[in-house]
Every structure is written in C-alpha cells, then in structure tokens.
C-alpha cells in the first residue's frame, strides 16, 4: 500500500518509489484511460486498444509531473490530486486529438469571430481586440489570437506550434494553452464552487439530461443526482454521474450539460475535505459584482479604441474621473475642446465615429454571452446615432 513517506522519495527522485508511485496509481490511470479512449472509438470502435495504451501512457506522465506540485501530507489528499491531474490530461489529450491539433480551439474561434464584426472585417485588428476586450475568462492570449485569425484565413497550415519563447501560456502544441490547473502558490487545495453552485448544476442535469434506460445505472444516477441537488455530491457521485449522463445532441442543451458536469466536478475535486463550501454571498453582492463587470468591459473597450475617440467620449460621460461635459444636444462642445486641444468640428467627428465605434465593440463582447441582448444593443445604437450622433 502507498505510504507518504514513499511520496516524499519519490518527489527527491528516488526512482523505485516512483515506480511504486506509479504502479499504485495504475488502476486508476487505465480506468480513466479506458474512458478517454471511449471517446475516440466509442463503444469499442476501431482504435479502441491502441486509444487506451496512448492515453494510459499520458496518464503515467501526468503522475510524474505531479510529485512536485503535491504538498499536503496525506495519501488520500496525492490520490485525490493524482485523480484530478490525471482525467484533466486526457481530457486535453482527447481534445487535441479531436481537434487534430489543428492549433486553434472551437472557444478562440468564436472570440475571434466577435471580434471581426467590431473590427469591420480587419483580421489583425480583431487578432488585437481579442485580446483585450472581451470578459476575463474569455480574453485570448496573444498565441490563441493569432491560431485563430490564421485558422478563420485558412491561409496556412494550422499544425500551429507554439513555445515559451513566445507564449508564456504554453510550451509545445497550442492545445497545451487550454490546460488548466487549479494551483494556488503555497500550494494549498482549495474549493473553487460552493453548495449553491453544485445545486444549480444538478438542477440543469436534472432538466436537459435523459434518464438511462438500464435500471441498476438508473438507481445509481438517480441517487448521485440526488445528492448533489441537495449540496453533498463527493467524487464518486461525479464519476457515477460522469459515466451515466448522456449528452444531449443539441448544441445549446449539450453546452448546458457540459458546463453542469464542469461545475460538480471543479466543486470536489479541489475540496481538501471533501466537504463544499457554502455560497455566503446576498444579492447586494451579486449587483455590485454586476456592476463592476459592466464597468470594467466598458473600460476594457475605451482602451481599445484610438486615443482621440476614446478621450472624447471619456469627457462626454465622465469615464475614469475625468470631467464630464455632458453628451446630448446640451453638450459643452467648447469644454471639451479646450480640454483635448480639439476644434470643434474634431470633437464632433470623433464623438460621432467614437460612440458608433464603441457600441459596435461593446455589442461584440456581450454577443459572446448573450446574442439577443446584442441584437438588441445594436438596434437601440442605430436609433441613438441618428442626427448626426447627437442623441
């Protein structure tokens, strides 16, 4: 049986703990192996065994990585992080391979395609506003960018590689820029979701997915679903759950789904004890996070747009501090001027240029999340912009 005392040779490279290491995660590494070759060859497909021996050796990689990250002083506390590492490596694995490393990720694309439409076209300058405007969490790296214009192009071969020579984000394929490893700096494991959050996944399982037709795989889906739409799902509630959803084949529902699993899998899998934390936030809290995300996506687009536009409209609504010299027919035009060292003929063109060019970047990154809203955005900036941009 694994001891901690043969985690710690193994992490000062003693080579036959490592060994042991390795051969105590085994089973595990080719449960989830066999998992991940599921989903290139489904249903035992042509490939299945080779899939399965691939990705078993990525799995006996990623135990390697690990031992120098593990800090904590349990055995259960490795395997937990052994468990997570890995699936989180194939799952990488499988998506690369789908993707046939093609370089660009289906989420840069569709950045990417936002941006064009803000960008009029301009594959560089959406290559640039991806970069900055959209909502962290969505925001590319400059390699992501760039694998997405040249894969929107198709001007050439997209078996795009990138190194930390240029790319802080990744070190060999672009696929390696979707790894994400939840590692806090002194180490420590942390829950990333609270109770309130598993509950709603649970809740959007409950609604979009099938219930299995097998009556034993039912039971067991049925109780594990239980569990977590009250708050309590454990690791092996997810892997039932894991191994009995069925995905929807609607796209928006299959989103749906995958987001949920993604949510009470990143709920326990960082939990040191096991236990979710609760959500201790109100609606006041929730309101104030809203309106300092809204304020800083309107910053984040200001501060991609040219300087002469971006100054004006900053003095027309008060942006930053600045003084606000109004932005209807009543504007202090004069104010503004003396103020940017413009005519007034300048600040009228950059007001009008600057505000249609503002709505169409900031109607591009709320498309991101929410394409009625943009529409609706885009409907309200032309009736604004009439009359010459004045109301």
């Known amino acids: ?73 349990t055995v259960d506390a490795f395997e937990r992080l052994a468990y997570t590492t890995i699936e989180n490596k194939l799952k990488d694995a499988v998506r690369a391979e789908r993707n046939g490393n093609a370089g660009a990720d289906e989420n840069a694309v569709k950045v990417f395609a936002a941006m064009l439409e803000a960008a009029e076209g301009d594959v560089y300058e959406a290559a640039k506003l991806a970069q900055t405007i959209p909502p962290k969490g969505k925001r590319l790296s400059a390699a992501r960018a760039e694998a997405a214009r040249m894969a929107w192009q198709g001007a050439v071969s997209l078996d795009k590689v990138t190194t930390s020579d240029n790319n802080s984000d990744a070190d060999g394929s672009l696929g390696d820029v979707l790894v994400h490893l939840d590692e806090e700096p002194d180490g420590e494991i942390r829950p990333k979701v609270g109770r309130g959050a598993a509950i709603e996944a649970a809740q959007v399982l409950a609604r979009y997915v099938p219930m299995p037709a097998d009556p034993e795989t039912r039971e067991a889906f049925c109780d594990a679903l239980e569990l977590a739409a009250q708050g309590f799902t454990t690791p092996a509630d997810v892997d039932v759950l894991e191994d009995a959803v069925k995905v929807p084949q609607d796209p928006t529902e299959r989103r749906y789904v995958l987001d949920a699993m993604a949510v009470l899998r990143s709920a326990v899998s960082t939990a040191t004890e096991g236990a979710l934390t609760e959500d201790l ?63 007034h003929q300048n600040v009228v063109g950059n007001r009008s240029k600057g505000r249609k060019a503002f709505a169409k970047r900031y109607a591009a990154v709320i498309r991101l999340n929410d394409a009625a809203l943009a529409d609706a955005l885009e409907v309200a900036a032309v009736e604004l912009h009439k009359n010459a941009g004045r109301k």
């Open 1 to 73: 049986m694994l001891s901690i005392d043969t985690i710690h040779a193994a992490q000062n490279n003693d080579l036959a703990a490592v060994a042991e290491v390795i051969e105590a995660t085994e089973s595990r590494i080719a449960v989830l192996a066999r998992k991940a070759a599921n989903r290139m060859a489904p249903h035992g497909g042509p490939r299945f065994h080779d899939w399965a021996d691939e990705f078993a050796q990525v799995g006996r990689v990623a135990v390697w990585d690990l031992l120098p990250r593990f800090t904590d002083t």
């Open 281 to 343: 936030r109100d609606v006041r809290e929730d309101r104030m996070a809203d309106s300092a995300e809204k304020h800083g996506r309107v910053n984040d687009v200001l501060d991609s747009m040219g300087a002469a536009q971006r100054d004006v409209l900053k003095h027309s609504f008060g942006v930053k501090g600045v003084t606000d010299y109004g932005w209807g027919d009543g504007c202090d035009m004069a104010g503004i001027g003396a103020a940017l060292g413009m005519t």
